[in-house]
């Protein structure tokens, strides 16, 4: 699997690459006081982060495999909360809905100990520019 890379406020939660499945990375976190929020619970912006680094990472490796350079830029980015994150490892996964020439849409799950019951999911909008736009 090719390195992903992470960007320094992913690298501050402690996000890192699992693995990959069906093609997709797999990230995740381990509970810590950086990513706490309510005590012994996740904090939303950092199971957020999670999420929205997870997108933006298989929309890169997608992109680099057709060989499409691109700057992207958030459209929008709507993240449902089903349960509090406790303390435990929190992974996510995204995957592609539409991959077109201008935008990408695409859902992103966290979980922790059954994937079956994720703790959050997301919805990414994410414009593709030209590199000089």
Do not use: C
Not at 36 to 55: M, N, Y
Not at 86 to 94: E, G, H, M, N, V
């Amino acid at each position: 699997m090719p390195e992903i890379p992470l960007t320094p406020y992913a690298r501050s939660l402690g996000i890192f690459v699992h693995g990959e499945e069906d093609g997709a990375p797999v990230l995740g976190f381990e509970f810590s006081s950086d990513v706490e929020g309510r005590p012994q619970h996740l904090h939303g912006g950092a199971t957020s982060g999670l999420l929205e680094t997870a997108g933006y990472a298989l929309l890169r490796k997608e992109l680099e495999q057709l060989g499409r350079a691109h700057r992207l830029k958030p459209i929008n980015i709507t993240a449902q909360f089903l349960s509090a994150g406790k303390q435990k490892t929190t992974y996510a996964k995204a995957r592609i809905v539409k991959l077109g020439r201008r935008n990408a849409n695409i859902s992103v799950e966290a979980w922790q100990d059954n994937r079956e019951r994720p703790i959050a999911t997301a919805i990414m909008n994410i414009l593709m520019a030209e590199p000089d736009a």
